[in-house]
């Protein structure tokens, strides 16, 4: 199905008409249309047009009004103040065109006219450590951004880069060289708990030798040359330290509800054969310099405390390659073997310095151009109550699996109370406690930009009331009760009827789902989706407050009428949640 213009972009092709006839210098100039608390929509465009035209504003707005037509689309238009346009919709356009949307899969939400392919670098764990909460963000904000592109269109190319390559493989793969059966399993089925056991246990003791055994430090070392050099038995040896990680990996992926393919895991290593060449392009090129033996990039605007200038090193003076040339290494290979035109790094903005200067670097080297961009999501960090970074009591970074069981469990409670009231089973606790605990923690994280930091408060991200993502799936439950007390009423759309303000605010929301969908692809913004889903329960709240759904029974058109609001608000809702990775069970 055709998309639906939504009543904005129809209006403001309107008054753009209008525009153009009365002053056709102006032709194709922006309305700058709004939502307003004056109206329904505020024109705001006229004053910069009139002032460029030395014409008067308020009579040029006159003329404009003069030449729109209304009863259809438009009940009233009036001009304000010195030329602005306030602009009420009608009644019937508003459940005429929200009908359009309902009869759509995608709730009329358009694709992009020209979509590219994204490549969304995100949840970047490291093997043989194990997940806290630094590592949250990154995997959540990654994967609603995945989800919102992919709706509006766009390829999308999930890359998760995970830290598999350096030094310390040299100490772990000596170590079980020389005790084999250190990640021997009980069983067959291994749980990323027993997985997470046996690779902490390995690194404490392997660390604890290379601290105390010069002998054994001569060999690690050595062992991280054979490594680098593909030797067969450690490159084996390596092999079972990502196998081992990635079961622990995917056992916390579970937890968060997101789904990560073995094809999409591509860490560091991916890249190894392709560091010398990255190297030998950035120097024959110019782009990269040698000094003190190390390949470097300067920059003009990066200097140290001292004033020098700061560069970014590619290659190392002992021959060792650092981040930045598998950063590169990268770029090459998705925008060359991918095909990308966009690539997203949910990386943590201390880390932009970094980036700033690789993409810089990509940019004079020619793999970044005017048709492939880079973008650093940067995210803010993690806060306790206290205002300071998240940790233990004991001052300890806080274990992901351990926030992710405590949100669960609470959220588990909260379900509990309400549970015989709506005949929840056990089994269904169960599940919806998993739903509302995982989908607390999401939307906490997804509700505040993501360049902010953001306070770490379980118990407000469990409570039923204000901005979290429990008041929304309460409301989606809500709504789903009310159509299942409708009895053999069923939601029908009457354009013909007279809607109530409440109605009113409630559709016009509804029909903005579309242009905020993309927008917050275009910016990346996924805390845009969450603000308007907050929005859109909110105003639920109020119209069934005020306008009788079911009890009272209302007249049969009226109740059908409004019946289709609650159908559209739950479907709109469901839609939104799931492209935060969020659940809306279907009774709370």
């Known amino acids: 199905m055709a998309s639906v213009p939504s009543l904005a972009s129809s209006v403001n092709q309107r008054v753009a008409d209008a525009l153009a006839s009365a002053l056709p210098e102006a032709g194709g100039a922006d309305p700058l249309l709004r939502r307003s608390d004056r109206a329904d929509f505020q024109a705001n465009g006229i004053l910069a047009l009139?002032?460029?035209a030395k014409a008067n504003p308020r009579e040029?707005?006159?003329t404009?009004?003069?030449?729109i037509p209304t009863g259809d689309l438009i009940q009233e238009i009036e001009v304000s103040g010195p030329g602005f346009l306030n602009i009420t919709i009608t009644d019937r356009a508003i459940i005429e065109t929200l009908a359009a949307r309902a009869g759509d899969d995608r709730l009329g939400v358009p694709l992009a006219q020209n979509p590219g392919t994204t490549v969304i670098d995100y949840a970047q764990p490291n093997v043989a450590k194990e997940m806290h909460v630094g590592h949250l963000r990154s995997a959540v904000i990654g994967a609603a951004m995945v989800e919102i592109l992919e709706f509006t269109g766009e390829k999308v190319v999930r890359r998760h880069h995970i830290g598999d390559w350096g030094t310390q493989f040299g100490m772990l793969i000596q170590y079980l060289l020389e005790h084999p059966h250190e990640l021997d399993h009980k069983s067959d089925e291994v749980s990323g708990e027993e997985a997470m056991s046996n690779l902490n246990r390995l690194y404490k003791a392997s660390r604890a030798l290379f601290d105390s055994d010069e002998e054994f430090k001569t060999r690690a070392r050595a062992r991280v040359v054979d490594l680098q050099?593909?030797?067969p038995e450690t490159l084996a040896l390596w092999q079972r330290f990502v196998d081992e990680s990635k079961i622990y990996f995917y056992s916390v992926f579970n937890k968060l509800d997101m789904d990560i393919q073995d094809p999409d895991v591509v860490g560091e290593s991916g890249y190894n054969d392709m560091l010398v060449e990255t190297c030998k392009l950035l120097e024959e090129s110019g782009v990269a310099v040698r000094?003190?033996?190390?390949?470097c990039v300067f920059f003009d605007d990066v200097k140290g405390p001292d004033g020098n200038p700061t560069p970014l090193i590619v290659q190392k003076s002992d021959g060792g390659f650092g981040y930045a040339a598998t950063d590169l290494s990268a770029i090459r290979d998705r925008v060359?073997?991918?095909n990308a035109t966009t690539l997203i790094y949910v990386v943590d903005a201390r880390q932009s310095l970094h980036f700033k200067m690789v993409f810089e670097t990509a940019r004079r080297a020619g793999w970044l151009n005017d048709d492939v961009k880079a973008v650093q999501l940067a995210f803010g960090t993690v806060l306790g109550k206290d205002g300071k970074p998240f940790k233990t009591r004991e001052g300890e970074t806080v274990r992901l699996v351990d926030l992710l069981d405590e949100?669960?469990?609470r959220a588990t409670a909260v379900v509990r109370e309400k549970a015989e009231k709506v005949g929840l089973t056990e089994a269904e606790i169960v599940e919806n406690g998993q739903y509302v605990g995982i989908g607390a923690v999401k939307y906490a994280d997804l509700s505040t930009s993501a360049a902010r930091d953001y306070k770490f408060d379980l118990d407000q991200m469990v409570s039923l009331n204000g901005d979290t993502s429990v008041y929304l799936q309460y409301a989606y439950a809500r709504i789903k009760s009310i159509l299942r007390r409708a009895g053999d009423r069923g939601p029908v759309a009457h354009p013909e009827l007279e809607l109530a303000p409440a109605e009113r605010a409630l559709g016009l929301h509804l029909d903005h789902f579309g242009e905020l969908i993309a927008e917050a692809a275009a910016e990346y913004a996924p805390h845009k989706v969450a603000a308007y889903l907050?929005?859109?329960?909110?105003?639920f709240t109020t119209f069934y407050d005020q306008c009788p759904v079911v009890k009272p029974e209302p007249e049969l058109v009226v109740g059908e009428n409004r019946l289709f609001l609650c159908d559209l608000t739950a479907r709109t809702l469901a839609k939104g949640m799931a492209l935060l990775g969020i659940r809306t069970p279907e009774k709370l």
């Not at 404009?64 to 030449?67: P, R, T």
Request: proline letters at 0%.
């Open 229 to 231: 050099a593909g030797e």
């Open 64 to 67: 404009v009004v003069e030449g």
């Open 60 to 62: 040029l707005a006159t």
């Open 336 to 338: 060359g073997g991918l």
């Open 50 to 52: 009139a002032k460029k």
């Open 407 to 409: 949100a669960v469990e």
């Open 291 to 295: 000094s003190n033996g190390a390949l």
């Open 534 to 539: 907050y929005q859109l329960s909110s105003l």
